[in-house]
């Protein structure tokens, strides 16, 4: 069974940073397509971002202030925030994918709020 803990997040001041960590263990991680997602309260969850071999790909709402990334040796995939906004408070999952069965699997949410 594919288990995803997540790390950091945490309270931070508005033009701050923050990353956000994704330990992924119980699966073959090459093989899992990885993403980010967010809720906010009262609101649907949101894409953020996904990564691809060739790059990420980005919510319009993070675009070039969010990055994703992925360590292969260590089975963890990452969110780095910088530039953060109030818009960004949410409580932040992150999503693998198997890439051959399809089964979605995701981390247990970690909390960035983020101060004005």
């Known amino acids: 069974q594919v288990q995803l803990v997540q790390s950091g997040g945490g309270l931070v001041q508005a033009g701050g940073s923050l990353r956000l960590s994704c330990a992924v263990s119980?699966?073959?991680?090459?093989?899992?397509?990885m993403a980010w997602f967010r809720q906010a309260p009262g609101k649907e969850r949101e894409f953020v971002a996904f990564?691809?071999?060739?790059?990420?790909s980005y919510g319009d709402s993070v675009k070039g202030r969010f990055t994703i990334s992925r360590d292969n040796a260590r089975n963890t995939v990452y969110l780095q925030m910088n530039s953060l906004e109030p818009e960004d408070t949410a409580v932040y999952y992150c999503?693998?994918?198997?890439?051959?069965?399809?089964?979605?699997?995701w981390g247990q949410g970690t909390q960035v709020t983020v101060s004005s």
């Open positions: 990564h691809t071999w060739i790059g990420g």
């Open positions: 999503k693998a994918r198997d890439s051959t069965t399809k089964a979605d699997y």
């Open positions: 119980g699966g073959t991680f090459s093989r899992l397509d």
